[in-house]
């Protein structure tokens, strides 16, 4: 069975610092991470995703989060927010070979100006 | 990347009427597709698997009867909610394999069932 657990359902930050958003995954077998974006009333946009390459995944829009096995952890950064950062994000686990996915619960951030 | 369109976007319609979201990829071939439902300020619940050609695999719980999908071709999944009551009122959103690992989201259609 594989899940992934969100640990902070909501984030505030001020425009211009730190982001960082937690998640915890569990799975039987070598799992690809991913992390989404949603704004509202629109589909998921893909941030990033590991696949059992380099730990340190870098992706779009300033983002990056590193893979760590023995935390069992995917934690989402970015080094300074920007308002258009403001929505929902997704941490999201799925088999390696099996494009069925497991989402967890949802961080919403809020930019505060 | 590869897109995704779902439309419609919007639609409202009466308690006990039938209705259709289509889910297109755009620029690719998607031998699968993926639906999803997302209530207010909640994750996404996987619906159902699409496979052209043949029936979807529906989760537990998800009513087959109820949710009707149809993968006519490799560019094409529809999800029909029969006979919808207001608690089917929700936001739909499908995605689509493009087979590299990577799945691509529509960007959702909205249901409202008065």
């Known amino acids: 069975a594989q899940s992934v657990t969100q640990l902070d359902s909501h984030v505030s930050v001020s425009e211009g610092t730190p982001v960082l958003l937690r998640c915890n995954y569990s799975?039987?077998?070598?799992?690809?991470l991913f992390w989404y974006v949603q704004h509202p009333n629109k589909g998921l946009q893909l941030l990033l995703k590991y696949t059992s390459a380099a730990t340190l995944v870098k992706g779009i829009n300033g983002f990056e989060a590193e893979f760590k096995k023995s935390e069992t952890s995917f934690h989402l950064t970015k080094p300074s927010a920007h308002m258009s950062d403001a929505a929902e994000y997704f941490c999201v686990v799925s088999l390696s070979n099996d494009y069925k996915l497991s989402f967890g619960a949802g961080t919403t951030v809020t930019v505060r100006a | 990347g590869a897109v995704v369109s779902q439309h419609p976007s919007w639609v409202i319609c009466k308690s006990g009427t039938s209705v259709k979201i289509e889910c297109r990829s755009l620029d690719f071939q998607a031998t699968t597709m993926f639906w999803y439902r997302q209530f207010p300020k909640q994750s996404l619940m996987l619906m159902a698997t699409?496979?052209?050609?043949?029936?979807?695999?529906?989760e537990q719980g998800v009513e087959k009867d109820k949710f009707l999908i149809n993968h006519a071709s490799l560019t094409l999944s529809t999800l029909t909610v029969t006979s919808a009551h207001p608690e089917d009122s929700s936001f739909y959103i499908c995605?689509?394999?493009?087979?590299?690992?990577?799945?691509?989201f529509g960007e959702g259609s909205r249901l409202t069932v008065l």
């Open positions: 799975s039987s077998y070598s799992p690809s």
């Open positions: 995605s689509a394999s493009a087979g590299t690992g990577e799945l691509f």
């Open positions: 699409s496979n052209e050609g043949s029936k979807a695999t529906y």
